[in-house]
């Protein structure tokens, strides 16, 4: 039996957060490419909010695109690599959204397992807000395979019922951290990235 939670951790809030709602909805060679860029060549956290121009698929930096196209035989899809980790992600249907978080002086950052904590603990707050009722897993659940909404993970956010509300995948490098998100399964109302 999986345990849920509800319990953040001790980070405090980003002292400054810019939120960019992207108004292009972009290609997925344009949007990694985005968020790329702003990991790369940002002095602030950015919170973007974003849309895709094309039905897409995307796939983690360890995945092959093989893997991401046998789970989706025969449909007209946009296949495109990731730069962080995590699954196969379904992005027809999703909220998608990009966290870029610069060091600045830190001598230590947080484990990525407490920034997914603090990321969706966040999210959490927010949905709730919005009206919709999650939970934060404290377990993977039974695996799915690699379709990344069929396999909550760790401090993903469920419906009570565990149908998969949100996940993430995050790439650490010397300068700071990518959290990609894709919220699925719920309607938010618009200024959700505000409440952010």
């Known amino acids: 039996m999986l345990g849920f939670t509800n319990i953040v951790g001790n980070l405090s809030p980003l002292p400054e957060l810019v939120l960019w709602r992207d108004p292009v909805a972009r290609s997925g060679e344009e949007a990694m490419a985005v968020d790329e860029a702003l990991l790369e060549w940002g002095r602030k956290p950015v919170l973007r909010a974003y849309r895709w121009a094309e039905p897409t698929v995307t796939y983690g930096y360890f995945d092959e ?12 899809l946009h296949f495109v690599r990731r730069w962080t980790g995590g699954g196969i992600v379904d992005h027809r249907q999703d909220i998608p959204f990009t966290l870029a978080m ?24 927010v949905l709730r807000d919005c009206g919709v009722e999650c939970v934060m897993l404290d377990g993977d659940a039974p695996d799915g395979g690699r379709a990344c909404f069929s396999s909550p993970v ?43």
């Open 102 to 125: 610069h060091r600045k002086g830190e001598k230590e950052r947080p484990s990525s397992a407490v920034l997914y904590r603090w990321i969706h603990g966040a999210l959490a707050r």
């Open 154 to 196: 760790t401090s993903d956010l469920v419906l009570p019922g565990g149908e998969k509300l949100a996940g993430g995948g995050q790439r650490r490098v010397r300068g700071g951290v990518l959290h990609q998100g894709s919220i699925q399964n719920c309607l938010l109302p618009s200024g959700w990235d505000e409440l952010l």
């Open 65 to 76: 695109e093989a893997t991401a196209r046998a789970i989706f035989p025969g449909e007209e």
